[in-house]
């Protein structure tokens, strides 16, 4: 194509977070900031749709590749999009506006800088699923975190500044041996492109090494156990948008990390270490769902249930066939619907009550009836009932586990149970319970900007589980070329006892 248009994916939140930000504070238009910011995320997302409706899903190879020289044998600016990760650029344009949407009067104070923040984080995480080369893949992939700080640490809860700096100290050690790896794997290859390094491979004997020090940022960031304890922090002291850019998109790029550089790039290394990713996913799906069914905080219960959901993402990862990466990559667009759909959910009661605790609710479905049977899709999503869109990952998952690990499957199995408990368990309690709070018999049904939310998320995660066509055939030649790459290292490396 002609036309730039990943880059314009990339630089159109960027010119509307500069034009925001030269809008006076003092203007009478101060409030259309947010229209302004709702106009671009909205354009953008429909230039991602175009972008897959051209994408030729029968192809393997990366697509609509762009490159230019940024430090002269050194960087290259170059981005492109294969069949994995076309998919998460579309669900990063469509959760931002729904953002956007959502701040209608629950910001109260510099609404123009969350804006602003809003959109060069959109920016950055697009550009973390198109960068081809990894100096670029370091620098979005960090610099989508500093949003994320800014966000939680003025927008925040009563202890934001905390929560904001463990989340920022925690990911900064991995970041750090990431940024060594990098330079290592320039050292060694003389480039940092990601399509020659695919190529040419990386010497067996460093690769270890350089597996552990990518896994040390993609496993904080994901976030695996036991590095997940900055995440519940996190998503309590987060404003709304916050929770969910951070549940939705934020840890789907270490996902999409383990795919395209842990297996792509240390093959052997991967094949290596497949125990422990085992072992560390296992328990987070096990321990931290019952770590979820003793909260009595809403967004923790959310939050707890993230690192379990992302524990079945990373053991289907490195599971390693066709079904079981299918899965991994659907569950993580899944998640990335269901846990904005239930922040959003949860966002809606704490503006009226101003506060998260289960125990404080009961009987909602009295006054809020419409919210009440959202609130039930999202819940069914989450447990994976068969109609939902969380089915289909989860199940494929555990069919690729079982091919490979009858074990392992089955003590993952477990994790689907736990799910439904603590989930129909919220349910039960915050839905369905006594109405005594008087402040709960005065709220108000949803408005028509949360309706326009919710059921906006409501749609894929019903289309998706009952037709997942789309997303399969556009991530299935990605997958098979990667598992054959993957496949011949290991073949090559075998036959050579290296």
């Known amino acids: 194509m002609e036309i730039p248009i990943l880059s314009s994916l990339i630089l159109l939140p960027i010119i509307g977070a500069i034009f925001i930000f030269f809008i006076s504070s003092t203007s009478q238009k101060y409030q259309s900031t947010k229209y302004v910011a709702l106009f671009v995320t909205i354009a953008n997302f429909l230039l991602s749709v175009y972008l897959w409706y051209i994408f030729d899903n029968t192809s393997a190879e990366f697509q609509f590749v762009e490159e230019r020289i940024w430090i002269p044998n050194f960087v290259n600016y170059k981005v492109g999009v294969d069949g994995i990760s076309i998919l998460f650029i579309i669900l990063t344009t469509f959760i931002t506006p729904l953002c956007v949407i959502s701040i209608n009067n629950t910001i109260k104070y510099k609404l123009k800088d969350f804006l602003v923040a809003i959109l060069i984080m959109q920016s950055l995480m697009i550009g973390v699923f198109c960068s081809l080369d990894l100096i ?8 989508g975190l500093i949003p994320m700080f800014i966000i939680i640490g003025i927008w925040g809860g009563d ?51 350089l597996w552990l020090a990518f ?14 304890t900055w995440l519940p922090d996190a998503h309590v002291e987060a404003p709304t948008a916050g929770s969910v850019l951070l549940a939705a998109i934020l840890l789907k790029m270490a996902g999409y990390g383990f795919i395209r550089f842990s297996l792509g790039l240390f093959p052997i290394a991967s094949d290596y270490f497949v125990p422990l ?33 992302m524990g079945f993402v990373t053991l289907g990862i490195f599971t390693v066939n066709q079904q079981a990466i299918e899965g991994s990559i659907f569950q993580m667009i899944s998640h990335g619907l269901v846990a904005a759909a239930l922040f959003f959910s949860i966002g809606v009661v704490y503006e009226r009550m101003h506060t998260r605790l289960i125990n404080n609710y009961g009987g909602v479905v009295s006054v809020m009836p419409k919210y009440a049977l959202l609130f039930m899709i999202f819940t069914l999503g989450s447990i994976g009932l068969p109609g939902t869109s969380g089915f289909i990952g989860e199940f494929l998952i555990l069919i690729g586990a079982f091919k490979e690990n009858f074990l392992v499957a089955v003590i993952a199995s477990i994790g689907v149970i736990l799910g439904a408990a603590y989930m129909l368990w919220l349910y039960k309690r915050f839905i369905f319970g006594k109405l005594e709070n008087d402040q709960v018999k005065n709220m108000t049904d949803l408005k028509k900007h949360e309706i326009l939310i919710l059921c906006l998320i409501a749609i894929p995660i019903i289309f998706f589980g009952f037709y997942p066509e789309p997303l399969i055939n556009t991530t299935e030649n990605s997958i098979t070329n990667l598992i054959d790459l993957y496949n011949s290292n290991l073949e090559y490396y075998s036959k050579n006892n290296l």
């Open 136 to 143: 670029i893949f370091y620098l979005f992939f960090e610099g």
């Open 159 to 209: 202890r934001r500044v905390y929560s904001a700096f463990k989340f920022f100290l925690f990911t900064l050690l991995g970041s750090v041996l990431m940024l060594i790896a990098i330079i290592t794997i320039y050292w060694l290859s003389g480039t940092t492109d990601v399509e020659k390094l695919y190529q040419i491979g990386i010497d067996i004997k460093y690769q270890n090494l």
């Open 215 to 228: 896994f040390s940022s993609f496993a904080v960031k994901t976030p695996m156990w036991p590095f997940h």
């Open 277 to 309: 990713i085992y072992s560390l996913s296992l328990i987070a799906i096990i321990y931290t769902s019952l770590i979820a069914l003793m909260q009595e905080d809403m967004k923790k219960l959310i939050a707890y249930s993230s690192v379990a959901h």
